[in-house]
């Protein structure tokens, strides 16, 4: 979800009459710029990338979910500190992860490797991953 | 001649038939005598020889692990199931008024429907040559309905072609056969085709092309009594004084190439959309809870798995109670493992390199299915359209019309949403409500009393289903690993749609099963 979208929801909520409020208005998520390609995502930046398809699984805070199996938590996650580990899972794929690489450009999967590894407490602000680093790996 | 009147065996009466008149006169003898077959379903499992006790465990109460379950106490095993889930089925799965479905991230959806409507969100159609489960199900009482998949007079959608407008599939199905006909009429009339088409038959084609795209007698496809026929009146046939039809404009070839909408004309020519093709009455779970009756007192439900070791002659699982509590263990002789490999990969196992290999290099495709409940049947009352499917490049894909209950005056639901790959993806992301608003913003563009009529929706993003994490087994490399996935590994047999090239569908699921029980019996017998 965007963020300063919500914010700004959240605010406006605020300032609606009660009426409103006490009906239970839902916030929806602002879908501009989803679904525009059918056969990839059309999303730019790490945190519209990342609401737009990675918080399916690993959650909108990146804490992960346990069913049968689990979607492993990128909070706090040590296997983020290389960019190469990320990169290499979203473009393969591993287990329960499917291959992404045909749904992302370069551009998109760099930005959200670097969006989670700079989120959910992990601070691995160096070595950031790049389009060129993305297309050598693929 | 009546076959075998001189003792000819079906094979030398084959070969005779092959000989004289070719091999499609041969096929089509097979297929009479019931030869050739389209499923490798090869009948109902006979198996001789004495189990001796042998114990097997079976992982998984979809329909693969109660196949497995059901023929192997058939055939003298002791038998136990463990079930991660509360019930029995696995994807072949109904939701309905009353139930609650909680996704992982903990959105919990309460469905409202009206009694006698539902939402599959997985399996939905059983095609006629899908002889494995066809026979499960007469065998097990499961009473199955026509499932309308072609309807002439659903729509075909592109909000790029039309000015967004829906077109009546039979429109466009008979405008591209018309446009197509006439061109080849053309070739075969300047006689460019004389390499490929003697005489003789070129006016067998002329005359065909004519039926078949319903061309005039000057061999043209144009607006008149021959398309209108097809493709419907501007002025529809009537009775009296204002009877007489008007024909309805053809659209122009260029117009339905750039249209796009020629796309899904051949989505019901494909094998296993082939009329007539079939649902339970009441919704697909009818299967799995005929399975249930037969086996559910072999299953321990609310049981995750989580390790698998092989020691000596035996295999044991540990599993824990879904909702937490003491570890459990169950020993037996063999397994036969149908837990998707999207989980099997997280479950601490022993199998071979080589197997868990191919285990976690399976992902699972991305699926998604939304039903929405309207207060009325519009798509009947204001639109004629009986059953069937509307195809649209919209990120819904599809709007499917319920093949049952035409005509009543309640509510109805339609299946408004099934993606795949990105459009999926994105469904997949959205919470539930947002979901819903979605599917209510791309239906509207093809039915505008979607927003006047909605009732209730229900969506199931299958990366978001607790127990598979996904909607089928997609491999990395079919060709090189799919044998090696078959054999036994250890004391275990894998079994379920992802070992079967009939991905996705029950079939495979059950025909994986039944292969995995007679190589499993084999084993045991010929010890």
């Known amino acids: 979800m965007n963020r300063i979208f919500m914010l700004t929801a959240a605010f406006a909520a605020l300032t609606l009459p009660a009426a409103a409020q006490e009906a239970g208005e839902v916030v929806m998520i602002d879908r501009g710029g989803w679904f525009e390609d059918p056969s990839r995502l059309t999303q730019s930046g790490g945190q519209q990338v990342y609401e737009a398809i990675c918080a399916a699984c690993h959650m909108p805070d990146g804490e992960g979910a346990v069913g049968a199996g689990d979607y492993p938590a990128l909070a706090d996650n040590e296997n983020l500190m290389t960019a190469d580990y990320p990169i290499y899972l979203i473009l393969q794929g591993q287990k329960a992860m499917p291959p992404l690489g045909g749904v992302l450009d370069d551009t998109q999967v760099a930005d959200v490797v670097n969006y989670i590894r700079t989120s959910f407490g992990n601070d691995y602000a160096e070595d950031p991953a790049t389009p060129d680093s993305v297309a050598a790996a693929r | ?527």
């Open chain 2, 1 to 527: 001649m009546t076959f075998n009147s001189q003792g000819v065996s079906r094979r030398s009466l084959l070969s005779m038939i092959g000989a004289v008149a070719g091999a499609g006169a041969m096929y089509g003898a097979m297929s009479t005598m019931g030869l050739a077959q389209t499923s490798n379903f090869a009948g109902r499992l006979d198996l001789q020889g004495d189990a001796q006790g042998t114990r097997v465990l079976v992982l998984g109460a979809g329909l693969a692990g109660m196949t497995a379950a059901y023929e192997l106490r058939a055939a003298g095993y002791q038998v136990t199931v463990l079930e991660y889930r509360e019930k029995a089925g696995g994807r072949c799965w109904t939701l309905r008024g009353g139930d609650s479905y909680t996704e992982l991230g903990g959105d919990t959806q309460d469905v409202t429907f009206a009694e006698g409507n539902y939402l599959n969100p997985g399996p939905w159609r059983i095609p006629s040559d899908h002889y494995a489960v066809l026979d499960y199900c007469k065998r097990f009482g499961v009473k199955l309905e026509p499932f309308i998949q072609v309807n002439y007079n659903a729509y075909l959608h592109n909000s790029d072609a039309f000015d967004g407008q829906p077109q009546r599939f039979k429109e466009i199905s008979t405008d591209f056969r018309g446009h197509v006909a006439e061109l080849l009429a053309k070739v075969v009339d300047q006689q460019a085709l004389d390499a490929d088409v003697t005489e003789g038959d070129a006016q067998l084609l002329m005359d065909a092309l004519k039926r078949y795209g319903a061309l005039n007698d000057d061999m043209a496809y144009v607006t008149g009594e021959e398309s209108s026929a097809y493709r419907g009146w501007a002025v529809p046939e009537g009775g009296g004084t204002t009877g007489k039809p008007e024909p309805s404009e053809v659209h122009p070839l260029s117009v339905i190439l750039q249209s796009n909408l020629w796309r899904n004309l051949t989505a019901g020519d494909n094998l296993h959309m082939q009329s007539t093709i079939f649902q339970p009455v009441g919704g697909m779970d009818q299967i799995a809870q005929a399975f249930e009756r037969e086996v559910g007192d072999l299953i321990t439900f609310d049981a995750k798995v989580t390790r698998i070791r092989h020691e000596g002659d035996s295999v044991t699982a540990t599993w824990v109670p879904s909702g937490g509590g003491d570890e459990q263990t169950e020993t037996a002789d063999y397994c036969i493992c149908t837990i998707p490999f999207s989980i099997l990969g997280q479950i601490d196992h022993d199998f071979s390199g080589r197997m868990s290999g191919i285990i976690d290099s399976m992902y699972y495709a991305s699926s998604f299915k939304c039903g929405l409940e309207f207060k009325r049947r519009f798509w009947e009352q204001d639109e004629h359209i009986y059953g069937g499917i509307s195809y649209t490049n919209l990120p819904i894909s599809l709007i499917s019309y319920p093949s049952t209950d035409y005509f009543s005056d309640g509510p109805g639901v339609l299946l408004a949403a099934y993606s795949w790959g990105a459009g999926s993806y994105q469904f997949n992301a959205l919470p539930p409500a947002d979901r819903i608003e979605a599917v209510l913003d791309y239906g509207s563009q093809i039915h505008p009393q979607y927003r006047d009529e909605f009732l209730s929706g229900v969506s199931v993003g299958w990366h978001k289903v607790p127990w598979v994490l996904g909607c089928y087994g997609i491999w990395a490399d079919r060709e090189a690993d799919y044998m090696d996935a078959t054999v036994m590994d250890g004391r275990t047999l894998m079994a379920g749609e992802h070992i079967s090239y009939l991905p996705a569908w029950m079939e495979g699921a059950i025909l994986s099963a039944l292969d995995a029980v007679e190589r499993l019996h084999a084993t045991v017998t010929e010890a």
